[in-house]
T-cell receptor, first 112, second 113 residues
Framework: DGGITQSPKYLFRKEGQNVTLSCEQN?????MYWYRQDPGQGLRLIYY???????QKGDIAEGYSVSREKKESFPLTVTSAQKNPTAFYLC???????????FGQGTRLTVV | AQSVTQLGSHVSVSEGALVLLRCNYS??????LFWYVQYPNQGLQLLLK??????LVKGINGFEAEFKKSETSFHLTKPSAHMSDAAEYFC???????????FGKGTRLSVIA
């Protein structure tokens, strides 16, 4: 089935460590997005990419990095510079023909 | 700049009662508008979307929303709440082109038996 796969579903990180969240889609979508969700704050945009080898910062990019080497993959690295990384992270994608974005099931990151 | 305001972080209704979740948007150009639903620890699922066709939009699970340009609103309604409607609901806006979706802060809907 076509869709967006985020892995892992739950992730634990020690303070000071970098961690990478995976997002893969087989929908042949051009654009991909990373959002962060915190209780009561809705979804906030971290990074997005409209084509391979290109990406733009969103509203809260500090402490995060991304790459877009393949159309189907858009991994997010949470670096040690991110001071409060515990959150629910959502990946989404969209094709130019569609107005809406499709979402993965999310990764819950906890710093221990 | 575009933005979304959802009035009420938590709404509680009785089973069988009307559901009304409020969303107001700000956009300098005609927007695309969306409602998404999220169940605990899951991703977002599209309920419905407005893309400048009919102003009354019908979605899945009996939900509908009406685009009112004069009020800059896109409120979500359902005539009769069901227990399975308990979830978090997000309103989102996007202007034409390749801009990302901008989300409201969400409204948690509780349904009381």
């Amino acid at each position: 089935d076509g869709g967006i796969t985020q892995s892992p579903k739950y992730l634990f990180r020690k303070e000071g460590q970098n961690v990478t969240l995976s997002c893969e889609q087989n929908l042949n979508h051009d654009a991909m997005y990373w959002y962060r969700q915190d209780p009561g704050q809705g979804l906030r945009l971290i990074y997005y990419s409209q084509i391979v080898n290109d990406f733009q910062k969103g509203d809260i990019a500090e402490g995060y990095s991304v790459s877009r080497e393949k159309k189907e993959s858009f991994p997010l690295t949470v670096t040690s510079a991110q001071k409060n990384p515990t959150a629910f992270y959502l990946c989404a994608s969209r094709t130019a023909r569609n107005t809406e974005a499709f979402f993965g099931q999310g990764t819950r990151l906890t710093v221990v | 700049a575009q933005s979304v305001t959802q009035l009420g972080s938590h709404v509680s209704v009785s089973e069988g009662a009307l559901v009304l979740l409020r969303c107001n948007y700000s956009s300098s150009v005609p927007p695309y508008l969306f409602w998404y639903v999220q169940y605990p620890n899951q991703g977002l699922q599209l309920l419905l979307k407005y893309t400048s066709a009919a102003t009354l939009v019908k979605g899945i699970n009996g939900f509908e929303a009406e685009f009112k340009k004069s009020e800059t609103s896109f409120h979500l309604t359902k005539p009769s709440a069901h227990m399975s409607d308990a979830a978090e609901y997000f309103c989102a806006v996007r202007i034409s082109g390749n801009t990302p979706l901008v989300f409201g802060k969400g409204t948690r809907l509780s349904v009381i038996a």
